[in-house]
């Protein structure tokens, strides 16, 4: 579905949601799982006479991203009001940014199936997010809207793609390592309903452009413009206009479903907020620059030199931070090939079937308690499989490594007790030890099939083999 003609651009909303409070008053934004409306003030809910205060800390997180987007943060950036009426916004407009933009520019770096690929950026703009409507069923066929206003307020960051997009896969790529970047720098937790919210442009060389409105997944994002490629191309086949408008994207069907012909630019008057200050920003860039912490390339590297992994698990590790840092919490007491291997083929799997991230590993299987059960693994008193197995046990009830293993019978049996039940095997089965000298090469996997049975399983077949043949001679 990669096409020459095909544009994409990507305007994303980043909820700068590490933050304690709103953009302009103090409500906290931490209202997840809060009864609707409850974090609210004059302030965001747009009463008459209300004055916005600038809230520094989401300024400073908005510079950290610009600079870690390597885009030019502007010296000085002023406020705008953008007009337009809807229930959500009860001021009658959004504090937004026009002509004087927090960034211009800037780039994301994707990796495609031929190779890298540099997603240019057009701007990074501060504004408010809305409030929060609801419909029984679909935006569609509801008879009526719901309104909360605990998300009104809340800092965003809009950051805006050139249309350099060129299939739905490379908009889910970028999505995924910007998700990425902002999580390393701890402004962002997209684990949070609503924490990234996507408009998604897409045109066919020829055809209008058509905007996709509010997309709240990357899945969402990938199948929308997926429905909209074959949409337009059916229109175009069929000789018709592509008009220029504004969709929806009804999750429930996996369609979109025209909303409203697009309002132009001039639409919505902006006009520098009156209520609120030019930024400059020199000196907030100047402190940012020191709290910018290693950047996933960054530790991609330092992985590969300081703990001597190969290039392909330090590319996984460094995908998450948290497994970033659970990995390095575990490689400082024990090999640390060993811990990257199975964190990444083994504990990354098991957390992925289990539908959880690494917050989940930290909770059932500390990083202390990983150590603990390579240890026995590097000392040979667990097997490959035994290891599996207490994994596997800490994520569904968790519980103390040595206590899994005693319960489970997972200590895997020391040599010389291996040596004794092959020699005891031998003394019993007279009859298999003579078809072995016959050349019966079965006889063997039965005497090693003896000590299995001895052990419940629990010795390495391949090794018992070894000594039970050592013990026969040959
Ligand atoms: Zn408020
Ligand atoms: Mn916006």
């Known amino acids: ?21 709103k953009m302009f008053c103090s409500c906290s934004i931490n209202y997840h799982g809060d009864e609707p409306n409850t974090h609210v003030c004059p302030v965001c809910l747009g009463l008459p006479g209300a004055m916005p205060v600038l809230n520094k800390e989401a300024v400073k997180a908005g510079i950290k991203v610009a600079l870690a987007l390597h885009a030019d ?24 940014q026009y002509d004087n933009p927090l960034a211009w520019g800037g780039y994301v770096v994707i990796e495609t199936e031929k190779g ?5 950026l057009k701007r990074i703009h ?22 909360d206003y605990n998300r009104s307020g809340v800092p965003l960051l809009e950051i805006v793609t050139e249309p350099v997009i060129r299939s739905p896969k490379e908009a889910r790529q970028f999505l995924n390592k910007l998700r990425i970047i902002l999580e390393y720098l701890d402004v962002f937790d997209g684990s949070l309903e609503g924490a990234m919210r996507v408009d998604a442009n897409i045109s066919i060389k020829g055809g209008g452009r058509v905007e996709i409105k509010n997309i709240s997944s990357f899945k969402g994002v990938e199948k929308a413009l997926t429905y909209e490629i074959t949409r337009q191309r059916n229109l175009i086949r069929m000789g018709r206009a592509v008009k220029r408008e504004t969709r929806h994207f009804d999750e429930t069907n996996n369609i979109t479903v025209s909303l409203r012909s697009k309002e132009e630019e001039q639409d919505y008057r902006y006009f520098p907020e009156p209520d609120l200050v030019p930024l400059y920003t020199d000196e907030i860039v100047e402190e940012v620059k020191q709290t910018l912490p290693e950047m996933p390339e960054e530790k991609r590297c330092r992985f590969r030199e300081q703990y001597g992994l190969s290039d392909a698990f330090a590319k996984v590790l460094v995908l998450d931070i948290k497994m970033a840092n659970y990995f390095e919490e575990v490689a400082k007491h024990v090999n640390p ?31 202390e308690e990983l150590v603990k059960l390579l240890r026995y693994f590097e000392k040979e008193e667990i097997t490959e499989k035994g290891v599996v197995e207490v994994i596997r046990t800490k994520l569904d009830r968790g519980g103390k490594v040595e206590d899994i293993i005693r319960q489970k019978s997972l200590f895997a049996i020391p040599k010389e007790e291996i040596e004794r039940l092959c020699k005891k095997a031998i003394e ?11 050349g019966k090469k079965q006889a063997l996997n039965f005497l090693v099939g003896q000590v299995m049975k001895a052990t419940r399983g629990r010795a390495n077949p391949g090794e018992t083999a070894k000594v039970m043949q050592n013990l026969l001679g040959f």
């Open 73 to 96: 943060v502007q010296s000085f950036t002023i406020f705008d009001r953008k007009n337009y009426f809807y229930p959500d916004l009860p001021k009658g407009f959004q504090i937004s």
């Open 126 to 147: 501060m504004e408010e997010d809305p409030g929060k409507l609801s419909y029984t069923g679909s935006i569609t066929t509801a008879s009526y809207s719901l309104i």
């Open 337 to 367: 090939k060993l811990a990257a291997s199975w964190i990444v083929d083994v504990l990354r799997g098991e957390l992925n079937y289990r539908g959880k991230g690494f917050n989940f590993a930290y909770e059932r299987l500390e990083p």
């Open 116 to 120: 890298e690929k540099k997603i240019a």
């Open 1 to 21: 579905m990669e096409d020459e003609d095909v544009i994409i651009g990507l305007e994303v909303h980043v909820q700068l949601n590490k933050l304690k409070t």
């Open 428 to 438: 019993d089965n007279p009859k298999a030890v003579e078809d072995y000298y016959a």
